[in-house]
């Protein structure tokens, strides 16, 4: 569903420019392969596809203060409440970005990101919208050029239909996937973090699902 607009957004963001890159900021080729630069030290970097409201991203850096982590959202108005949660737990380790993703390979350089996360993503459920999926082979060919090898992808949906045609996908690239669930919050693991969404629709009863994809 199209969120309203708020204008008020563009101006009220750049409180967090010191790690936000907003709508009218250039992302430009100068950062690609820089991102140790720009953290300021050598450190995994870890990358979440949409990051939404920043509940997964902001609960992920506070837990691991030795990993850099950059959160890539499409929608600045929902950025920005990603920004709030940063700021308000005083992250260092984060940068956030307003970009669209199937740009990706400006940003970043060939074996510069360690890990990528997909939470949620829309599931494009028609047919001929297939390609434009993140878990399709076409995204997942970019994936492979910017991981580091051995890489990994995590990624979690509700949407059965997507997990089962990306477990597919994961297998046209011959890509080994581990550690998949079906069922993910029967399991009660105790490291799980989840997303405004993931909360939401699992107290509706829908099931999570979850694997890792490893880019050897």
């Known amino acids: ?4 607009r708020k204008p008020w957004v563009d101006e009220a963001i750049h409180e967090f420019d010191a790690f936000v890159i907003s709508r009218d900021q250039e992302i430009g080729e100068e950062k690609k392969g820089k991102w140790a630069e720009i953290f300021g030290r ?5 990358v979440e596809l949409g990051t939404g409201k920043g509940d997964f991203i902001s609960q992920l850096a506070e837990r691991n203060p030795g990993i850099n982590y950059i959160g890539i959202e499409a929608q ?8 709030k949660k940063i700021a ?10 307003v970009f669209d993703i199937n740009n990706i ?8 990101v360690d890990r990528f996360y997909i939470n949620f993503c829309d599931p494009w ?9 993140l878990t399709h082979v076409g995204f997942l060919e970019k994936y492979r050029r910017l991981l580091k090898k051995p890489g990994e992808l995590h990624f979690k949906t509700d949407n059965r239909p997507l ?9 046209e690239a011959k890509l080994p996937v581990r550690d998949v669930s079906f069922d993910l919050h029967a399991e009660n693991r ?6 405004e969404y993931e909360r939401k629709f699992s107290g509706f009863g829908e099931k999570i699902n979850r694997c890792e994809v490893i880019f050897p």
């Open 105 to 112: 390979e400006n940003i970043f350089a060939e074996d510069e």
């Open 88 to 97: 308000e737990k005083e992250l260092t380790n984060v940068r956030l970005l």
């Open 1 to 4: 569903m199209r969120l309203r």
């Open 76 to 83: 600045q108005d929902v950025l920005y409440s990603a920004a």
């Open 190 to 195: 105790p490291d799980n973090i989840m997303t």
């Open 42 to 46: 050598q450190a995994p970097l870890h």
């Open 125 to 133: 459920p028609k047919k001929r919208h297939a390609k434009r999926r």
């Open 163 to 171: 997990f089962d045609f990306s477990l597919e996908q994961f297998e």
